[in-house]
């Protein structure tokens, strides 16, 4: 026979069932309102602004002026911006060649700007203009990088060509080169002159010019203190003195000028 429950033993388990449900549901809405009020609290507190923007890797232009153009403001929304969109705006930048943009804890910005390389000098009415990487024609620097200075050369392609040799060369070679003029002619239309910190005079071919230059510091060692010249790389490589090439009297000339005004 089954056991019949009386219905008033079952009210005050109902009842405790009710109350409970009722507390979780007052709990929960006194959670949301706890959050939504922490939210409003932290939108409205300085900790949801930007605190400081660090830019790293600036030196074509100044950390002032990335952070101009980032569109980032200190004090503004820390969150009212997106990431991958300041990336996009400073990669469109002349200079940059690769950008990242990140939110440090708790408030602070991070920019680190990887920009194209410099590659030359190039001599324009008396003004100096930076050749990088890409080919851009940079119109100054606050900073000036050892490199060589580049004339007769305002065809892209022709200075697309020297880049590409440039940026083959081992750096510590680079840095010895002050000047190369182009000398190409219709029947030997790749051939530079090289002129040198160390008063040498490099002649080579403008394909082969990063490939054999790895043996300048070589060919100086090799020549120790005989008389500066003429290292021609344009087919083998051969030394010519400047006496053989200029005469004697071209090289002594100024030499005779400086004991003349002296002993005027």
């Known amino acids: 026979m089954d056991k019949v429950i009386d219905i008033e033993e079952r009210i005050p388990s109902m009842r405790e069932k009710r109350r409970r449900k009722t507390n979780k549901k007052f709990l929960f809405i006194i959670a949301v309102f706890c959050i939504a009020l922490l939210v409003l609290l932290y939108f409205q507190s300085p900790l949801s602004k930007v605190g400081e923007v660090k830019i790293h890797g600036a030196e074509l232009y ?7 153009k980032s569109g980032i403001v200190e004090g503004a929304s820390y969150w009212g911006f997106e990431t991958k969109e300041v990336e996009r705006d400073l990669l469109k930048l002349e200079s940059v060649s690769a950008v990242s943009v990140t939110r440090k804890w708790l408030r602070d910005i991070d920019i680190s700007v990887s920009e194209w390389k410099s590659v030359a000098y190039m001599e324009n009415g008396g003004d100096y203009r930076l050749l990088l990487e890409n080919g851009t024609l940079f119109p100054g620097s ?4 050892n490199v060589p200075i580049l004339n007769h050369m305002d065809n892209p392609q022709l200075r697309g060509k020297v880049t590409k040799q440039l940026m083959k060369m081992d750096k510590n ?7 190369i003029i182009y000398t190409g002619t219709e029947e030997t239309p790749d051939t530079i002159i090289a002129y040198m910190d160390d008063g040498y005079e490099v002649h080579a071919i403008l394909h082969t010019f990063a490939e054999k230059m790895d043996y300048y510091p070589d060919i100086i060692a090799q020549l120790g203190d005989l008389e500066k010249g003429i290292v021609n790389m344009e087919v083998g490589i051969f030394f010519t003195p400047y006496s053989e090439v200029y005469g004697k009297g071209s090289i002594n000339e100024g030499e005779g000028d400086e004991d003349g ?3 005027g």
């Open 173 to 179: 070679v680079l840095q010895m080169i002050s000047e």
């Open 142 to 145: 606050r900073n000036y990088p």
């Open 62 to 68: 100044d950390e002032r002026y990335y952070y101009e």
């Open 261 to 263: 005004e002296e002993n």
